[in-house]
């Protein structure tokens, strides 16, 4: 990776930063002999300075000299083997000092670079950690709990976690509630709710509630076991950025080195009066024109925003998707459980006397109660969030018709809940005013659950609407606004569900289009005829019938990743909250990291042109080597710099 095409580590770099320590200071005491001591040719001082020298040129030259025999045996010439003629080269014409800064800050930015990748590592290894080695299971068969080893479970087994202890697998609470807290794994900070049948994973906290859960995964299939794995493979990945680079290396270095040589026979033969000094300007040319900090510009940024990210709760499966977000102009998405919650819930509650708004409820939610269609759920759910208590309990003759709603005798009361169809049937005569709501209500795209209660004389009646609909996230608006904000040129929506749903959703979030009545293949078909007439469409999408799009996109995104197996499979970018917060971030953070790119290319290659430009008018070796290195630092640090990045807040 970058400058060192070799690299395995996986600690952190102590022996390079040991080695590259040792280079500069037995290169500075060689300095001071040489400087202050009065060294002359053939004296005591001189050949210490040289001794000491010597062992700073092992130090920060032994690594590359391996690096550059590796590659010569597999037909390479790389900046390796650059690097290392031009340190002999400089020891040749007696500029030790020169050749030591050289190898040093060679040194210095490969353990720059080394440490990135280590940092990278660290920031998701250390989860692992995390996961307990031991879990508390229990023994059905002799009604007691047994400490075993975490690698010895089984799915399907049953295993007690208490209060402050980690959750050792991936599993669903089947008793008791608790509080877990989920940072570590999805960069949520705020304490997640677990209830039984709630989703619990391994390396995340327990709070005050003892649990438990039941195992639905293999240790090695666990949320966090594939994360680490995917990181590893992501590093392995290489950027457009980085292929390209790669691509002209071999040949550049050759390049270079024919062109050194032809300076040293022109240099020669033109104006120098021996070949020590045709010599001394085919190394400084040697030096000027070596491209290291090209090479280690993209891998250095990739590497530190990838761990960045990471940290942040947005994962990406290479570095080619983080470049490719950066250059992404449209953003298609999915709307049930993307832009909304997934699930439904009352936005309104309307009655022909706003004082009946209560009773109107508590009629509704007693013969809901005895239903089993999935609307029922938010009519009790409003109930409960207006803390109404008193709920009629005295209730005969309910009766189901599908497609059409329910009713029951309530209270003296004869009480239905659903469609108009099913008022008429019993010769309901419901008010002007209720029909004229009932339409505004699906105008906006809702369910409208017609509530009437009636008696025999019409004394008491009581009339209603409920509006029912998939409830958008509280921070959807937002996000878009964002997104927009950091260079996202348009917003689509891209939904199954009727137009009527779909053209309200779109006003009400500031999205640029929409596309309603959606198939799968449909999805895949309009992310194609946006791809005509933009250059890079990313989709994000939460579930299986989102996979199409999401893999025919240029960058497909998973909504809560930390719980869909198919999104972390699919997609190239995994936001593990189950929320758009981290939307922006892995945006703003693929667009520094574009940047950050822009910047070091630029500047590297700027370097590489002032000093080729410089090697004929004169440049000293020794600041040439301190120039070419120097940006070699310069780009790292550069990238090593968004590890530090201070994150804007997007919620």
């Known amino acids: 990776m970058g400058c060192k095409e070799h690299h395995h580590h996986s600690g952190p770099p102590i022996f390079e930063a040991i080695e590259t320590a040792i280079c500069l200071i037995f290169g500075l005491i060689g300095f001071g002999v040489s400087r202050y001591l009065g060294a002359t ?23 590359p000299f391996i690096e550059s025999i590796i590659d010569l045996r597999h037909g390479k010439l790389s900046i390796h083997t650059l690097m290392v003629v031009a340190a002999i080269g400089a020891a040749i014409l007696g500029d030790w000092m020169e050749g030591a800064i050289l190898l040093f800050l060679f040194a210095l930015a490969e353990t720059l670079e080394t440490f990135a990748t280590y ?18 299971r229990l023994n059905l068969a002799h009604d007691n709990d047994e400490i075993i080893e975490v690698e010895l479970l089984n799915v399907k087994d049953l295993i007690r976690v208490k209060p402050g202890e980690r959750f050792p697998i991936d599993g669903i609470v089947q008793e008791g509630e608790t509080w877990v807290d989920e940072s570590t794994l999805t960069g949520e900070s705020e304490p997640i709710h677990k209830v039984i049948g709630a989703d619990v994973f391994s390396g995340t906290m327990n709070g005050q509630g003892t649990v438990i859960v039941e195992m639905t995964k293999v240790i090695a299939d666990t949320t966090l076991e594939r994360i680490v794995h995917m990181v590893h493979e992501a590093q ?18 050759i390049g270079v080195f024919a062109a050194s040589l032809m300076v040293l026979i022109g240099a020669r033969l033109v104006h120098s009066t021996d070949w020590y000094d045709a010599f001394y300007h085919s190394m400084v040319l040697l030096v000027a024109a070596s491209p290291c900090a090209v090479v280690v510009s993209s891998p250095s940024v990739m590497l530190s925003a990838i761990a960045l990210a990471g940290r942040r709760g947005v994962l990406f499966k ?37 004082q009946d708004i209560p009773r109107l409820l508590a009629l509704a939610s007693a013969v809901e109660k005895q239903s089993e269609h999935p609307l029922a759920i938010p009519v009790m759910e409003e109930l409960k969030r207006r803390n109404i208590t008193s709920i009629p309990t005295n209730l005969r003759g309910f009766a ?3 497609g059409l709603g329910v009713h029951a005798q309530v209270e003296g009361l004869w009480v239905g809940i659903g469609r108009e169809a099913l008022f008429e049937s019993h010769d309901v005569i419901l008010p002007e005013a209720l029909i004229e709501n009932v339409q505004r209500i699906r105008d906006l795209g809702q369910t409208a659950l017609v509530v009437a209660g009636t008696d025999e004389n019409n004394q008491n009646n009581i009339y209603g609407v409920i509006g029912v609909a998939d409830q958008l996230r509280p921070e959807a608006a937002r996000t878009i606004a964002i997104i927009k904000e950091l260079g996202i040129a348009k917003v689509v929506l891209l939904t199954g569900d009727h137009e009527r749903v779909a053209a309200p959703i779109a006003k009400q979030l500031g999205i640029d289009e929409f596309r309603a009545g959606l198939l799968p293949d449909d999805k895949v078909n309009e992310i194609a005829r946006l791809s005509k ?53 892995a945006i703003w953070v693929s667009r520094l990291a ?13 370097t590489i042109a002032v000093l080729v430009i410089a090697s004929f008018f004169d440049l000293p070796l020794w600041l040439g080597v301190l120039a070419h290195e120097g940006s070699t630092v310069v780009v790292v640090f550069n990238g090593l710099r968004i590890l530090w990045e201070r994150t804007p807040s997007f919620e």
Do not use: C
């Not at 040719?41 to 690594?63: K, Q, S």
């Not at 392995?236 to 270095?253: D, I, L, N």
């Not at 019938?545 to 869909?564: E, K, Q, Y």
């Open 41 to 63: 040719e053939g004296g005591g001082p001189a050949t210490l300075a040289i001794a000491l020298w010597v062992v700073a040129y092992i130090a920060g030259g032994y690594r």
């Open 119 to 136: 940092r990278t590592n660290q920031s998701i290894e250390s989860l692992i950690k995390l996961r307990p080695r031991q879990a508390t």
């Open 236 to 253: 392995a990945q290489k950027t457009p950025t980085q292929r390209f680079v790669e691509s002209w290396q071999q040949p550049y270095v």
């Open 318 to 354: 290479g570095a080619v998707h983080l470049e490719s977000l950066g250059k992404v102009e449209v953003l298609a998405m999915d709307k049930t459980g993307t832009v909304t919650m997934g699930r439904p819930g009352v936005t309104e509650v309307w009655a022909t006397r706003e």
């Open 400 to 402: 189901s018709h599908t």
């Open 533 to 585: 007439n933009y250059q890079s469409i990313a989709m994000i999408g939460d579930g299986i019938n989102d996979a199409p799009s999401l893999a025919t996109a240029d960058v497909g995104i998973a909504m809560g990743g930390a719980g869909t197996d198919v999104a972390i499979e699919v997609a190239d970018v995994v936001l593990m909250r189950d929320n758009l917060h981290a939307l922006p971030l």
């Open 594 to 606: 574009r940047k950050r790119v822009r910047q070091n290319m630029i500047f590297a290659f700027g």
